[in-house]
Structures are given as C-alpha cells and as structure tokens.
C-alpha cells in the first residue's frame, strides 16, 4: 500500500468519526429540550458546507471546472436524500441503530453493481449479502422481532448514500475537489429547501449551537471523505468507513445516552460489518 492509499484510507476512517460524532450533537439537542427538525439539521449542513466551500475556493482562486455535470447533479442529488433519511432516522430512533443502518451502503453498493455492472457479477458476492442483509432485520427488529417503521428511514439512507458513494468514485475520476463540494452542498441544500420550505425558520440562539457544531464536525468529515476517496476505491472507502459500525455500538450508551444494543442487535451488527469486509476482500481479490 503507498502512501497516497494509507492517507486515502485514513481519511476515509477520519470521516467516518466525524460522520458518527455529528449524529450524536443531534441527539443531544433532542436530550437538551430542543425541537429542531431533521430538514433544519439537513439544510444547516448544506448551507455551513456551501459558505465553506466558497471561502475556500475564493482564498485559494479557484474557479469551478465542469467535466461531466451529470456525475456532480447525481452525487448531489443522492446525497442529499441520504443525509435528509440519516438525520431523521437518529431523530425517530437511535444514533447507534441509525449509524449501523447508513452503513449499510456498501452493501447496495455490491447490489447496484451487480445490477448496473455485467462485469462486476459474482455469485459469492450475492450470498454474502444476503447474509448480512440478515444482519439487517436484527437492527431492524432487535428485540422482539416487531417490525420498526421508523428505522426505514435509517435504511433509506444507506440505500441512497450507496448510489451517493458511487456517483462520487467516478465524479472524482475527472473533478477536483472543490467542484464537487460546490455542487453537492449547492444544489443539496437547494433541493431542502424547496421540499421542506414549510419547516424552514430562523433558529434561536440555543438551537443555533447546535445546528452549528453537528454541521462543522459533519463538513470536516465530508471533507475527508471526499478527499479519501480520491485514493480509494468504492467498495474499499466502504468498508473503511463501516468502522462507524463499532464506533456507534460501542459509544452510544456512553456518550449518546443510547441503549445499549441487544444479543440481536450485536449479531445484526457483527454480520453487516463482516459483510462489508468479505466483499472488500472479494473485491481485491478479484
């Protein structure tokens, strides 16, 4: 591995606390009486993103460089459903149980290839997707196997953010990075705010704290991705990133007030991430 793959992947892990560690500010606003909701949490990310971007390209004159729009629109446009599902889905369950469903991404991401990619076809590939997507329905149903609607939200996320990842590899093939920041947070945040303008106000002071860190900590962490996989591939950026699996279980009953996960829930749990890890090394296999 040289060293542009180590700092890829280090990245990749960098973002993935990052990722984890905005959820948990959200939850946090919830614990400390705060309503706010997950279209506000979504639209203030995209808007500290975009004003970040643009500072940053304005000091370092930078002009935006278009190649192929339609990667960047479709990056932008996934994206934005994924963290809008995210967001709501720590808001109506857990951040553990919410986190380990978003990470089901690299999971879709070997379905969507096995649909969309002829050569990317492997029969052992499938079985080891469906095992974890047993895993799955344990996070969905970890207690007493009632079927949770809520965490659909959480699952639409992964599903979304899979098409979002992907859109991501290729547009990186031909865009810098500030582009592809420009559109997504742009275009992201537009598509918010058009969809949930009903919800859309000024925050108080207090709820302003908030929105402010969980945006923050989640740009650097986008930031990293992005840089990240430059470096890496899909599937393998995937499968770094799922160490947000073990983050989430493991500190959410101590900094997230979370419960602690059930038997079913750490085998749900353990099956997706190890899931994620057999269709890496398939992949390098390969």
């Known amino acids: 591995m040289d060293i542009r793959t180590t700092l890829g992947c280090l990245a990749v892990f960098g973002s993935a606390f990052f ?10 606003s919830s614990m400390a009486g705060l309503a706010i909701d997950s279209s506000l949490f979504t639209l203030s990310r995209f808007l500290f993103g975009f004003i970040t971007v643009v500072t940053v390209m304005g000091l370092r004159r930078q002009r935006i ?20 599902c995210f967001f709501k889905g720590v808001e109506l369950t857990s951040v553990a149980q919410a986190n380990i469903l978003n990470m089901t991404y690299p999971l879709f991401i070997a379905v969507f290839s096995w649909i969309f990619l002829k050569a990317q076809r492997d029969i052992i590939s499938v079985g080891i ?23 659909l939200w959480a699952l639409g ?36 705010f058009i969809l949930f303008f009903n919800e859309m106000r000024l925050p108080g002071l207090e709820e302003f704290k908030y929105l402010f860190w969980c945006s923050a900590i989640a740009i650097a962490g986008q930031y990293l991705l992005t840089v990240g996989f430059k470096y890496v591939t899909a599937i ?20 997230a007030m979370d419960p602690s996960l059930s038997a079913g829930g750490w085998i749900g749990a353990f099956l997706i991430f190890s899931g994620n890890v057999f269709l890496t090394a398939r992949k390098v296999k390969g």
């Open 157 to 192: 996320s992964g599903i979304s953010a899979a098409a979002a990842i992907m859109y991501l590899n290729v547009s990186r093939q031909v865009h810098d990075t500030q582009t592809t920041l420009f559109f997504m947070f742009s275009l992201g945040g537009s598509i918010i």
């Open 236 to 255: 393998e950026g995937g499968i770094i990133s799922s160490t947000r699996i073990l983050l989430a279980a493991l500190l959410g009953p101590l900094i």
């Open 129 to 151: 997707v469906m095992v974890a997507l047993a895993g799955v329905w344990l996070i969905l149903s970890p207690a007493n196997m009632a079927f949770n609607q809520d965490s």
């Open 19 to 28: 990722f984890y560690l905005a959820t948990v500010v959200i939850k946090w």
């Open 65 to 84: 460089k278009i190649v192929k729009k339609r990667y960047l629109i479709g990056r932008a446009v996934c994206n934005a459903m994924a963290v809008f």
